[in-house]
Nanobody, 119 residues
Framework: VQLQASGGGTVQAGGALRLSCAVT????????VGWYRQTPGKQRELVAR???????TYGDSVKGRFTVSRDIAKKTSYLQMNSLEPEDTAVYYC??????????????RGQGTQVTVSS
């Protein structure tokens, strides 16, 4: 099972980016997804989460600006980030809980994608 995170880049404040986290390999489906971010010297911070029944949770600093979603058929999660601020600059990671084809579950972590917001 592999995760491929993409969509990062450099954008001006007020702009938008959409991150993707695609899962490949022998999985039946995505169960839950967590998006996190980290900057040097700081702890990993929860950005957004979508649980097995589709309920979403957001970190206080991104509420109203970011939206997490998942496409079950494409085995992909998305993080739509609007009204970006310089404080959103970080490496963004996705953690995905998956149901494997052998009926076991696993949690996989993506390699991270850099988001830089310039003022």
């Amino acid at each position: 099972v592999q995760l491929q995170a993409s969509g990062g880049g450099t954008v001006q404040a007020g702009g938008a980016l959409r991150l993707s986290c695609a899962v490949t390999g022998s999985i039946s489906r995505i169960v839950a997804v967590g998006w996190y971010r980290q900057t040097p010297g700081k702890q990993r911070e929860l950005v957004a989460r979508i649980d097995p029944v589709g309920i979403t949770t957001y970190g206080d600093s991104v509420k109203g600006r970011f939206t997490v979603s998942r496409d079950i058929a494409k085995k992909t999660s998305y993080l739509q980030m609007n009204s970006l601020e310089p404080e959103d600059t970080a490496v963004y990671y996705c953690d995905v809980a998956v149901l494997l084809t052998d009926s076991n579950t696993a949690i996989e972590r993506g390699q991270g994608t850099q988001v830089t917001v310039s003022s």
